[in-house]
């Protein structure tokens, strides 16, 4: 039989042209209890007889684990880094196929097996906190055609440890109306609502606890003069005595998002990208017609658009405490400023500073000039700029990363080993960073929003940003959403964080510290490259915690 498989770590890519059999083999492993563990099954063929392209055969696996498996699947990646500005921790720089999307598949579920080509499987043991501790074995491969069965073993021992509740905030920006776009719903229609109550609960499930709420659709990445689909949660009515505010849908959405498990509500920014120079979009009912009265056009500190907001703030607060979630907001003024717009963003801000006195506002900016005069109180930095922010010693640090964090840093594009994307976890233990932001769940267009596009085929936002950058889930059919290996890894990564904190609460801060700088200090932009780094580190951690438990 010519059909070949082997277990691999879940930080292992498998591209098509690659040699299984330089790929190094996992058959053991550990995790705590109320943990996901991953691992990559691997296969392909030599020798397939005659005019054959494949072999066939079937899924199986026998264990007391509860295992499921999704295929990966492999993208077209144009775009897979900036053709300048790159540094030489990626994969890959050249147009191709990159393995990313993961599609389930079921335990008996018809496998071609093809000839030269490697091709993944991905399996993920959901290990309840109830497990019992001790080692479990599962054995994993093919029923061939044949009725041969090729199989592999993977031992893993369950630490009799709990896994800490997750402490870190971590906001993705879910853009509503590209589910709504993607799978052909009128938003705010009912097949709607369901969608963005599958794609949050994908969202939680893999440790994004902060959500983005469109009370007005969200100034982000609109071309100036654009806008986008309305998605705006909150009615609003212009009378002759000011306005009406009505927020069914507010409440809709967060009883759904407080159901599902989420932590915090960052409320959509009061004023728009890059500068705050302008109102975002909001939409009203004006003498019973329906109209934008506030855009592009709207001078961000003018009396009008002032007078609106210190009329709905105090509306939107009182609702909040209504819901009982006044202690869970966010607000934002303006997405990621620049030194050059500081006065812009200083003004505006100080025409609502009173409203929003004792209520946490963060923003993305990377101009420490921001926070040392005082006009923010809490920044997020992108983690290329954050040691000035670090050296500050700021309570509840945020940090984030886009397309612009494209060297030395952790990243999530397609294109970069999983391990750099896994290694931001230890980051966040050893910097106490206590909040984590990224732009793109899934934004589904080009830049500027001009266009829709369709994410199987372009993964890049037409040459708008390297490929992975603006989301990490794909649409599926019914509403639904399908993960991608960046996605899980970084859930992974927030797992190995929390087994930090655990290790640390057992031992001290100054001998878990030790394992992570074990081969000289990590920092934001320096860290151990390697896939075996990021295993050796959890294995030994798991190890502290038994040990100590």
Sequence with gaps: MSTQIKILSSLEKCFTDEDIKEKPALSRASCLRGEDFHFTLAYTADNVPGWLLCEYGELICRSELEISFERVENVPVRFPCYPTRSDENYLRKTAGLYPDLLVPMEIGEAV?????????IYGTVKVPESMK??????????????????????????????LPKQELCVAQWVHYDCIAGAHGLEIFSEEHWLAIENYLKTAVSHGINVVLTPVFTPPLDTAIGGERPTVQLVDVEKTENGYIFGFEKFRRFVLLCLTLGVRKFEISHLFTQWG?????????????????????????????????????LPALLKEAKALGIEKQLIFHISDEPNKNQLAQYQLVKSKIADILAGYPVYDALS??????????????????????????NIENLWTYYCCGQWKDVSNRFISMPLARTRVIGAQFWKYRIAGFLHWGYNFYYT?????????????????????GDAYSVYPAPGGKC????????????????????LAEKLCSREAVEKLVDKYGEITFSSYPQSAEYIAELRESINAMIEENI
């Design 482 to 501: 399908y993960r991608s290996l960046r996605l899980v890894c970084f859930a992974d990564a927030l797992a190995d964080a929390r087994a930090l904190s």
């Design 112 to 120: 071609q097996v093809p000839k030269g080509i490697l091709f993944a």
């Design 367 to 392: 101009d420490f000039d921001f926070y040392e005069m005082g006009v923010v109180d809490n920044p997020i930095p992108a983690s290329d700029h954050i040691e000035p922010f670090l050296g500050a």
């Design 133 to 162: 501790a001790g080692e479990y074995t599962a054995e994993v491969g093919f029923k061939m055609e044949t009725g041969e069965e090729i199989t592999e073993k993977l031992t893993l021992k369950i630490i009799d440890a709990v």
């Design 276 to 312: 705050a120079y302008h109102a975002p979009k909001v939409m009203a009912k004006v003498s019973g017609e329906q109209k934008r009265i506030f855009g592009w056009e709207t001078d961000a500190a003018g009396e009008e658009y002032v007078a609106f907001l210190r009329e709905f």
């Design 447 to 467: 830049r500027f929003s001009k266009r829709e596009i369709n994410p199987f085929v372009i993964t890049d936002g037409d040459a708008f940003a390297p490929a």
